[in-house]
């Protein structure tokens, strides 16, 4: 029998073209609360199927602040019971230890090399005083698809689709 670890995808095994859903917390997680996360998330994408067929699967928290799941469909579609399933997860997940992972109107970036949160209205009062420039990092967390998660989900804000909520200021 396989462990819960053992049950994971190795991440590297993942196609490009794999799903991916990032939801951001509103708060830093604790390293126990990662801990138990990513205990969940082992037995939830251990558990993961769609139509009845084993959704090959991977998740992890990254940065103490990101649950990143992804989905490899090069042999599986996942449908929509399967990605409802997944919210549900998360939100009782979220429940659980006290955070929100839905708060879309909080934007992450980088300062100092620390991932900070701020509401939309306070990152667009940094832009315009100049605190923040047009190369803060920001995380995309909309990115679809595993090549997108490695290659655009972290950079500066002049590069990502939140340069178009706030390119009056640039």
């Not at 199927?49 to 649950?67: I, P």
């Not at 449908?79 to 998360?90: E, H, M, P």
């Not at 832009?127 to 290659?151: M, R, S, W, Y």
């Amino acid at each position: 029998m396989k462990t819960l670890m053992e049950e994971m995808i190795d991440y590297n095994q993942l196609s490009p073209e794999s799903r991916v859903w990032i939801y951001q917390s509103d708060r830093k997680l604790t390293k126990d609360e990662i801990l138990k996360v990513e205990k969940h998330l082992w037995e939830f994408v251990g558990q993961w199927a769609s139509h009845s067929n084993k959704v090959k699967g991977y998740g992890a928290v990254y940065h103490n602040h990101f649950l990143v799941l992804i989905a490899d469909e090069t042999e599986y579609t996942v449908g929509g019971c399967s990605t409802d399933s997944a919210v549900r997860f998360v939100k009782d997940l979220g429940t659980s230890i006290g955070v929100d992972f839905f708060n879309r109107f909080t934007v992450a970036c980088e300062v100092d090399g620390e991932i900070q949160l701020f509401s939309s209205p306070e990152f667009k009062e940094k832009l315009a005083t100049g605190e923040f420039d047009e190369n803060i990092i920001v995380f995309n967390n909309l990115v679809q698809t595993k090549a997108e998660f490695e290659t655009g989900w972290r950079g500066p804000v002049k590069d990502s689709w939140h340069q178009k909520v706030y390119s009056p200021i640039f």
